[in-house]
């Protein structure tokens, strides 16, 4: 019981090919501290001004990722700190970041986030879209920010072979995507998996896996 604890039991269960992102939305800094202490220096929030607040109240070897839909005109906020965006999902979007990278003179990595889920809510691009914002020449202009690898949502379903289904997708478009190599764009991280379909999608090749609840416990 508690949190490191609940910390260390996971690790022990992932590959070593596969990072672990500690999910931290809504919980105190006591609590990430505890995190902190067992060793973990990876955590993911899904607001930037809760992250902000966090990053500057922790150690400075945390690398804090965003997890969550980012609003254009709050990157600014996070560019001078943040280890990677998971959720970018449009070329204006990536534009915001190289521009507020270039301010802090940092080069951001991004996932592009694909859109695997059935419901219509969940944000992310498809095959489509993704293809054409790789071969855009704005794409190639942009030199503060590097897209290292692909992040995706599974349907919130209790159906396993639908959430297998839609991982396996994101993992088809990742080894597609892969051979297309340039100078900001080098795909090596599938963001899939979260509390409760984490093992599955390390089974459908996930290397970074996003846990919260099962870390930390219900959020409110
Ligand atoms: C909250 C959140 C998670 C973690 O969810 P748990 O079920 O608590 O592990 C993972 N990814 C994203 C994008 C989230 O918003």
Redesign the pocket.
């Known amino acids: 019981m508690g949190i490191a604890n609940n910390l260390l039991q996971i690790k022990s269960t992932l590959p070593e090919h596969v990072t672990l ?1 500690a ?1 931290s ?1 809504t919980k105190p800094v006591s609590d990430l501290m505890e995190a902190y202490e067992a060793g973990q220096r990876i955590f ?1 929030e ?1 607001k930037i001004q809760e992250m902000a607040e966090k990053w500057e109240q922790m150690p400075k070897d945390i690398q804090w990722h965003m ?2 839909h980012v609003q254009t005109n709050k990157v600014k906020f996070m560019a001078p700190f943040v280890s990677l965006i ?2 970018v999902d449009s070329l204006k979007l990536l534009q915001e970041i190289n521009k507020q990278a270039q301010k802090s003179s940092r080069i951001i990595d991004c996932l592009l986030q694909i859109h695997i889920a059935e419901e219509e809510t969940k944000f992310g691009l498809d095959e489509e879209e993704l293809a054409s914002l790789l071969s855009s020449s704005e794409f190639h202009k942009m030199k503060n920010i590097r897209i290292v690898g692909l ?1 995706g ?1 599974a349907t919130f379903t209790d159906n396993k072979d639908q959430i297998k289904k839609e991982f396996l997708h994101l993992k088809t478009i990742f080894d597609k995507t892969k051979e297309l190599k340039t100078e900001n764009c080098q795909l090596e991280t599938i963001s899939m998996g ?3 379909d ?1 093992q599955l999608a390390i089974e459908c090749g996930s290397t970074m896996v ?7 416990g ?2 409110n």
Do not use: A, D, E, L
Not at 210 to 216: A, C, L, P, Q, V
């Open positions: 992102v999910v939305k993911g899904n997890i969550g998971h959720g992040m949502m979260m509390s409760g984490y996003r846990i919260g609840s099962s870390i930390f219900g959020r």
